[in-house]
Every structure is written in structure tokens, then in C-alpha cells.
């Protein structure tokens, strides 16, 4: 009587040739045995021979199997997918692979018909084939049925690979992703409605124009409390208004002035911020600037910011004057600006119901007078000012100012331009009310002539 060995060993020898599925028989040095009728595909793929060693994945899956003796994996063949059990029979060195077809399932597992979100199938032409209940309204707003090609905004997303896209369809916004099903040649299309995440962007969005971008992003990020809460700062602040304006806004119609002064005021700031400063205010055509809080480079650097700011705001008045002029302007839009560095209390003002975010102190109202004593297109610095960037910036001596509350007089200066601009050095160019000059070295042939020119100006003031 043979023992239960032989009979196991019997047993495993008959392999069964009329399986439906794939099994396939490899020795324990990785040669092929044997395989059946079903596993022909997936021998071809691999390029497999009986007798010859096999290589790549599937030695791999094999070496796992002789250590544990037992191993379960998966295989991708063109557009089927299989489930494999290998067992390693040490008796007769075999590695015996049972395979299963799990391409249905594999389908059935990605398209869930319980989702709760849009899941549509889509062939490779464009063609709708299926719709979940939760696609309903998708559907509906979109005005096609099953078997109907679905919008070119939609497939042209798809076609091109683009893994994740937004819509708005109907009263409703979708974030959408997609996963191609190669086992069946399709797509499917993942939905998730994403309106209100959407509206309380637009909301954030309305918001954030009332706040300077420095402190729009301190309150969400949670730096800058909403509370009234204030503190004391050495910055640099920064006054500008157009001279003349309120002539200006006598002559134009609201739609024209609303249209330049929006022009003026968006540039103006997309400097600021270029530049790193805090908007604080729009008072009509006035803008309040200040560096230094809730962001800072440093005291110095904050000061440097600010004029530089300023120097560039000064060159952009160029182009928008020409679109004064288009618009039938007759006054030229002259700008004053002054420039102060102190010590101020900023923060959050105001009641337990409405806050204000601004800064208060004399340092404040110190630049709103040098900028109301600047003439046109001049920026007046303070000497504090003036002391922290002098290195950087070429600035002329201007006037003496006497300040309410200071005992001593305030030095102020007005910028030249930097270092850098040669042109700045090669004019000369100073004012008071009722005097201007300017003089551009470069374009000087005969220095003597200028100052005979100077001379008889001279001797006719004191006359």
C-alpha cells in the first residue's frame, strides 16, 4: 500500500487540462514545465518557453514562493488582470500557479454604484455609457442621455490627460478626476461638488480687498489677532495725494473720474506691495502707506523700501498721464509725497464690533506734512529718514520744518534717484513756492554761459 507521500505526489502530477483557468507548473530552478490552454496568453506575453528558465516578475513571485512555500500575486496581461496562488511542492521540486481572471472584479471594485459622488463611465470616444444616481443633476444640466457624447470641455480634459479638473455646470461647481480602465477600454469619470468650498473662496476673495495682502494673510494665518490689540513700532510712513485734484474732479463726469482714479489708485498699490508695504488707507485720491508691520525687513530696509516705492510710483505717473490726456484732462497729474521714519503705535483700533488695522502717532502726521510741503512730483524725506538711507539713495538738502510739539526744527530732503542712476547724478534739481531749478549737466555745452545765466537771474531777485 502506497503511503499517503506518494498518493500527494500522484495527485499533483494530473494536472487538470480541461481548468477554465490558468495553472502552470515551473521547477525549482525556475524552468517551465508545463502550462494549460488558458494560460497561453500570459506564457506569449512573457515570451516563456517549456524547459527554459523564466525570468523578470515572475521569477521573482517564484523565489518568494520557495522561501514561504506559499505566495499569492498579481499580473497585468494586455488587458486582463490575474490573481495567482503558487504553491511549492518540496517532494517533487515544483512550483504549481493556479491563476484566477480578476478583470470583472477589478472593474466592479473601482465603479462603485453606491457612491455618493458623480461616477460616470465614458468610452474612449466620448460616448456616456453609464451614470450613477448621484450624477443625476450632472447629467440633466448637461443635457445628454446614455449613449450620447459628452460635452467637448469635458472629453478635451480627458483626452489630454488632465488628471483633475474644475467646472461650474448649472448653479454648481465640480472638481473632477478621471481613471482609465484599460481591462475595458473606458473611463471613469469621478465627480465631488465642491460648490461650497467655492462660494466661501468668493467670500475670502470680496474680503481681502478691504486688507492690505500682508494683513489679510496675518488674520487667516492666525498671526494677527482680531482684538483690539496695538503696540509700538519704529516705521516708515508714506503719504501721496495728486495736486490739484479737487480742480480736476469739478471738471470730469463720475464715470471718467471713477475710471482714472481707479487707473491711478491700482498702480500705486500694486507698487506698494511690489515693494513690500502695508496699504493702510485711501483718503479720495490720498494713499497712506507704512512698512515695518506686521511684516519687516528691518528698520533700515524698511525705510529703503518705502523710498524706492516711491521713486517708482514717480515713473509710472509717466504713462498715466498720457491716459489723463486721452480721457481730455487738461490738468497734469503732479504728485506729492513725504516720506517719515519714527516711532508709531500700530494695530488694531476701534470698537468690540468694528476694528480698524492702522497706525496712529506723530510720526504719522510728520509725513502727512512733508508730503502737503512737497511741490509737484517732489518726495520730502525726513532726516530720520534721510540718516537710514543716505548710503542708498542720493538725496539734496531742501528745507528746515517747524513742528508742533518738536523744540527743534525738522531737516527734510528731497530724493534724487540711486546710486546706480547715472542720470540722477548728472541733474541738479531743487524747489521752493515760487522757485524752481533744474539744471541736467549733460546737456550742458558751456558751463560758463549757465552761470552767467544764474548770475543775471540773480542779480534780478535782488532787484
Request: net charge neutral; glycine share 4%.
Given at each position: 500500500?502506497?503511503?499517503?507521500?506518494e498518493v500527494?505526489?500522484?495527485?499533483?502530477k494530473?494536472f487538470p487540462?480541461?481548468n477554465?483557468?490558468?495553472?502552470i507548473?515551473?521547477?525549482?530552478f525556475?524552468?517551465?514545465?508545463?502550462?494549460n490552454?488558458?494560460?497561453k496568453?500570459?506564457?506569449?506575453?512573457?515570451?516563456?518557453r517549456i524547459?527554459?528558465?523564466?525570468?523578470?516578475?515572475i521569477?521573482?513571485h517564484?523565489?518568494?514562493t520557495?522561501?514561504?512555500?506559499?505566495h499569492?500575486?498579481?499580473?497585468t496581461i494586455?488587458?486582463?488582470?490575474?490573481?495567482?496562488s503558487?504553491i511549492y511542492?518540496?517532494?517533487?521540486?515544483?512550483?504549481?500557479?493556479?491563476?484566477?481572471?480578476?478583470?470583472?472584479?477589478?472593474v466592479?471594485?473601482k465603479?462603485?454604484?453606491s457612491?455618493p459622488n458623480?461616477?460616470?463611465?465614458?468610452d474612449l470616444n466620448g460616448v456616456?455609457n453609464y451614470?450613477?444616481?448621484?450624477s443625476?443633476?450632472?447629467v440633466?444640466?448637461?443635457s445628454?442621455?446614455?449613449n450620447?457624447?459628452?460635452?467637448?470641455?469635458i472629453?478635451n480634459?480627458i483626452?489630454?490627460?488632465?488628471?483633475k479638473?474644475?467646472?461650474?455646470?448649472?448653479e454648481k461647481?465640480?472638481?473632477?478626476?478621471?481613471?482609465?480602465?484599460?481591462?475595458?477600454?473606458?473611463y471613469?469619470l469621478y465627480?465631488?461638488d465642491i460648490?461650497d468650498?467655492?462660494?466661501?473662496?468668493?467670500?475670502?476673495?470680496k474680503l481681502?480687498?478691504y486688507?492690505?495682502?500682508?494683513?489679510?494673510?496675518?488674520i487667516?494665518?492666525?498671526?494677527l489677532?482680531?482684538?483690539?490689540?496695538t503696540?509700538?513700532k519704529?516705521?516708515?510712513v508714506?503719504?501721496s495725494?495728486i495736486?490739484?485734484f479737487?480742480?480736476?474732479?469739478?471738471k470730469?463726469?463720475p464715470e471718467?473720474l471713477?475710471q482714472?482714479?481707479t487707473s491711478?489708485l491700482?498702480k500705486?498699490?500694486d507698487i506698494?506691495i511690489?515693494y513690500g508695504?502695508t496699504?493702510?488707507k485711501?483718503?479720495?485720491?490720498a494713499?497712506?502707506?507704512?512698512?515695518g508691520?506686521?511684516e519687516s525687513?528691518g528698520v533700515k530696509?524698511?525705510?529703503?523700501s518705502c523710498?524706492?516705492m516711491a521713486?517708482?510710483?514717480k515713473k509710472?505717473?509717466v504713462?498715466l498721464?498720457?491716459?489723463?490726456?486721452?480721457?481730455?484732462?487738461?490738468?497734469?497729474?503732479?504728485?506729492r509725497?513725504?516720506?517719515?521714519?519714527?516711532?508709531c503705535?500700530?494695530?488694531n483700533?476701534?470698537s468690540?464690533?468694528?476694528?480698524?488695522?492702522?497706525?496712529l502717532?506723530?510720526?504719522?502726521n510728520?509725513a502727512s506734512?512733508l508730503?502737503?510741503?512737497?511741490d509737484?512730483?517732489q518726495i520730502?524725506?525726513?532726516?530720520?529718514?534721510?540718516?537710514l538711507?543716505?548710503?542708498?539713495i542720493?538725496?539734496?538738502?531742501?528745507?528746515s520744518?517747524?513742528?508742533?510739539?518738536?523744540?527743534?526744527?525738522?531737516?527734510?530732503?528731497?530724493?534724487?534717484?540711486?546710486?546706480?542712476?547715472?542720470?540722477?547724478?548728472?541733474?541738479?534739481?531743487?524747489?521752493k513756492?515760487?522757485?524752481?531749478?533744474?539744471?541736467d549737466?549733460?546737456?550742458?555745452k558751456?558751463v560758463?554761459?549757465?552761470l552767467?545765466?544764474l548770475?543775471?537771474?540773480?542779480?534780478?531777485l535782488?532787484?
Amino acid at each position: 500500500m502506497k503511503n499517503n507521500t506518494e498518493v500527494l505526489i500522484n495527485i499533483l502530477k494530473k494536472f487538470p487540462d480541461k481548468n477554465p483557468n490558468p495553472v502552470i507548473q515551473i521547477s525549482d530552478f525556475s524552468v517551465l514545465e508545463y502550462f494549460n490552454n488558458p494560460s497561453k496568453e500570459i506564457i506569449e506575453f512573457y515570451g516563456f518557453r517549456i524547459n527554459e528558465k523564466i525570468n523578470g516578475l515572475i521569477e521573482d513571485h517564484i523565489k518568494k514562493t520557495m522561501i514561504s512555500n506559499e505566495h499569492s500575486f498579481e499580473i497585468t496581461i494586455n488587458t486582463q488582470t490575474f490573481y495567482f496562488s503558487a504553491i511549492y511542492t518540496a517532494e517533487l521540486k515544483l512550483i504549481n500557479m493556479y491563476g484566477t481572471n480578476i478583470t470583472a472584479k477589478k472593474v466592479i471594485d473601482k465603479f462603485p454604484d453606491s457612491n455618493p459622488n458623480p461616477v460616470l463611465r465614458i468610452d474612449l470616444n466620448g460616448v456616456l455609457n453609464y451614470f450613477n444616481k448621484a450624477s443625476t443633476y450632472l447629467v440633466k444640466e448637461l443635457s445628454i442621455g446614455l449613449n450620447n457624447k459628452i460635452p467637448k470641455i469635458i472629453f478635451n480634459n480627458i483626452s489630454n490627460q488632465k488628471e483633475k479638473f474644475e467646472l461650474e455646470i448649472g448653479e454648481k461647481h465640480y472638481l473632477f478626476h478621471f481613471v482609465k480602465i484599460h481591462e475595458f477600454n473606458f473611463y471613469l469619470l469621478y465627480g465631488t461638488d465642491i460648490t461650497d468650498t467655492k462660494d466661501k473662496e468668493r467670500i475670502l476673495n470680496k474680503l481681502s480687498k478691504y486688507f492690505s495682502p500682508q494683513v489679510y494673510s496675518s488674520i487667516f494665518s492666525g498671526a494677527l489677532d482680531v482684538t483690539i490689540n496695538t503696540s509700538r513700532k519704529n516705521l516708515t510712513v508714506f503719504f501721496s495725494d495728486i495736486k490739484g485734484f479737487t480742480t480736476i474732479t469739478e471738471k470730469l463726469e463720475p464715470e471718467i473720474l471713477t475710471q482714472l482714479i481707479t487707473s491711478y489708485l491700482t498702480k500705486m498699490t500694486d507698487i506698494a506691495i511690489e515693494y513690500g508695504g502695508t496699504v493702510d488707507k485711501y483718503i479720495g485720491d490720498a494713499i497712506m502707506i507704512f512698512f515695518g508691520d506686521p511684516e519687516s525687513k528691518g528698520v533700515k530696509e524698511d525705510a529703503t523700501s518705502c523710498v524706492l516705492m516711491a521713486m517708482e510710483m514717480k515713473k509710472a505717473l509717466v504713462e498715466l498721464r498720457k491716459n489723463w490726456e486721452l480721457a481730455g484732462v487738461s490738468e497734469s497729474l503732479d504728485v506729492r509725497m513725504g516720506v517719515h521714519s519714527d516711532m508709531c503705535t500700530v494695530g488694531n483700533f476701534g470698537s468690540l464690533d468694528r476694528l480698524d488695522y492702522t497706525v496712529l502717532g506723530n510720526g504719522v502726521n510728520l509725513a502727512s506734512r512733508l508730503e502737503s510741503l512737497a511741490d509737484s512730483n517732489q518726495i520730502l524725506i525726513s532726516e530720520n529718514t534721510y540718516n537710514l538711507i543716505k548710503k542708498e539713495i542720493n538725496c539734496n538738502y531742501f528745507d528746515s520744518l517747524t513742528v508742533k510739539g518738536k523744540a527743534h526744527s525738522i531737516k527734510t530732503f528731497q530724493v534724487i534717484g540711486t546710486p546706480s542712476d547715472k542720470k540722477s547724478f548728472s541733474k541738479i534739481s531743487t524747489s521752493k513756492e515760487g522757485f524752481i531749478l533744474q539744471i541736467d549737466k549733460s546737456k550742458i555745452k558751456d558751463v560758463d554761459e549757465v552761470l552767467q545765466l544764474l548770475k543775471d537771474s540773480i542779480e534780478e531777485l535782488n532787484k
